[in-house]
């Protein structure tokens, strides 16, 4: 079993910033791929960024390129998401997923929601106007 826990959300300004936690209990964390979706009210879950195992991959949406960074750090169990000038229209509930599962090639999986094996329960991010 593997436990997800976010935080880091909150309300920002436009052309805030804010850092995203997530940090993993549970399994060995250096063995899987992380990713961040978000979901805004009305709106199916979207995804954000991921990262491979080992970090050395790393895949953003259109969306947030350029404006977000994803690292982690194994030694501390923790996935990171820095988002950087933030907009209205990145106002959602942010949450983290974990894919450990061996046959998946993360390069082409990581996109895909129903691909990661277990999820925090979000953190809420605001951005005013």
């Known amino acids: 079993q593997v436990q997800l826990v976010e935080s880091g959300g909150g309300l920002v300004q436009t052309g805030g910033s804010l850092r995203l936690s997530c940090a993993a209990s549970?399994?060995?964390?250096?063995?899987?791929?992380m990713g961040w979706f978000r979901q805004a009210p009305g709106k199916e879950r979207e995804f954000v960024a991921a990262?491979?195992?080992?970090?050395?991959?790393?895949y953003y949406a259109d969306s947030v390129k350029g404006r977000f960074t994803i690292s982690r750090d194994n030694a501390k169990n923790t996935v990171y998401l820095l988002m950087n000038s933030l907009k209205p229209e990145d106002t959602a509930v942010y949450y983290c997923?974990?894919?450990?599962?061996?046959?998946?090639?993360?390069?082409?999986?990581?996109?895909?929601?129903?691909?990661?094996?277990?999820w925090g329960q979000g953190t809420q991010v605001t951005v005013s106007s």
């Open positions: 990262i491979s195992y080992s970090g050395g991959g790393k």
């Open positions: 997923a974990a894919d450990f599962t061996a046959s998946h090639i993360f390069a082409n999986t990581h996109p895909r929601a129903a691909m990661y094996d277990y």
């Open positions: 549970g399994r060995t964390f250096s063995s899987y791929g």
